[in-house]
């Protein structure tokens, strides 16, 4: 296998594990737990990558959560910060981002591609700049909101879960219907 197509294995095989934020929040636990948020996602493509012999880092943004599940109307800012990996690949520094898996394009959801080489599109849509070790603070979500609001984000975390496994059960049910049709 060549270097391009190793790198290209690497990223589907951690695009493809659920993305979930109740699951793994690290690299060491992704694939023991088998879903994982941006965080341990991340994480695992930067440590994979180093391991096949790339610079790799970690890169963190303001987002803005999805519309959806309804339940992000009762959190107090839909602001968040998003993890992703970039790779030293030809000497440029390449955006790598695995976070969401296949199913969850059915939801609108972005599913990177990636060709080995250049930029992959982002899971989430930055909100301001990018940041990077080195660059001071790192960005912090929801400046300013009083800790008391915490608990909608638990009831929001929540119904995210079960949203995301939702729309994983109805693109296998089409999945099966498809192949039942055939």
Same mark, same amino acid.
Not at 127 to 132: D, I, S
């Given at each position: 296998m060549?270097?391009?197509a190793e790198r290209i294995a690497l990223f589907l095989a951690v695009r493809d594990v659920p993305y979930a934020t109740d699951g793994a929040h690290d690299a060491e636990t992704l694939m023991v737990v088998g879903r994982g948020d941006c965080l #341990?996602?991340?994480a695992y493509l930067i440590g994979a990558l180093r391991a096949l012999g790339y610079p790799a880092r970690r890169v963190r943004w303001l987002y803005h959560l999805p519309d959806r599940p309804a339940e992000v109307r009762l959190l107090p800012s839909r602001e968040d910060v998003h993890s992703a990996a970039e790779a030293l690949i030809d000497g440029r520094w390449t955006l790598v981002d695995a976070t969401h898996d296949p199913p969850l394009a059915a939801a609108g959801l972005a599913v990177a591609e990636w060709d080995g080489i250049t930029d992959t599109v982002p899971a989430y849509e930055p909100?301001?700049?990018?940041?990077?070790p080195g660059d001071g603070p790192e960005p912090v979500p929801n400046a300013g909101v009083p800790e008391s609001r915490v608990d909608g984000g638990r009831s929001y975390q929540a119904a995210f879960n079960r949203w995301l496994r939702d729309i994983r059960a &109805? #693109?296998?049910n089409t999945s099966r219907?498809? &192949?039942a049709d055939v």
């Open positions: 060549d270097s391009c #341990a996602k991340s909100r301001g700049p990018l940041w990077r &109805a #693109a296998s219907h498809r &192949a």
